[in-house]
């Protein structure tokens, strides 16, 4: 998953902050720090605190599985 924040957009409300405290965090009375790669397990409260913004400032984005794979495993030879 992937947050994307519109900062020009975003007006502090901090509603985010309080609904997905992990991954969105106030600095001062206005300014938004986020986290754009939260963890799987935060999913809910990131979509919540999406839905929560009053600007609709935040934008959450699913990632292809292939960006979640490891090189590893696409590179992995085939079996002899």
């Known amino acids: 998953m992937r947050v994307v924040v519109d900062l020009a957009r975003c007006q502090g409300y901090a509603q985010c902050a309080f609904m997905a405290p992990d991954t969105f965090r106030m600095r001062g009375d206005e300014a ?4 754009p790669n939260p963890e799987e397990s935060q999913r809910e409260q990131v979509l919540r605190a999406a839905a929560a913004c009053p600007v609709q400032a935040i934008l959450v984005e699913d ?18």
């Open 63 to 80: 990632t292809p599985i292939e960006a979640t794979l490891s090189e590893a495993t696409l590179e992995d030879p085939e079996p002899t």
């Open 32 to 35: 938004l720090a986020y986290h």
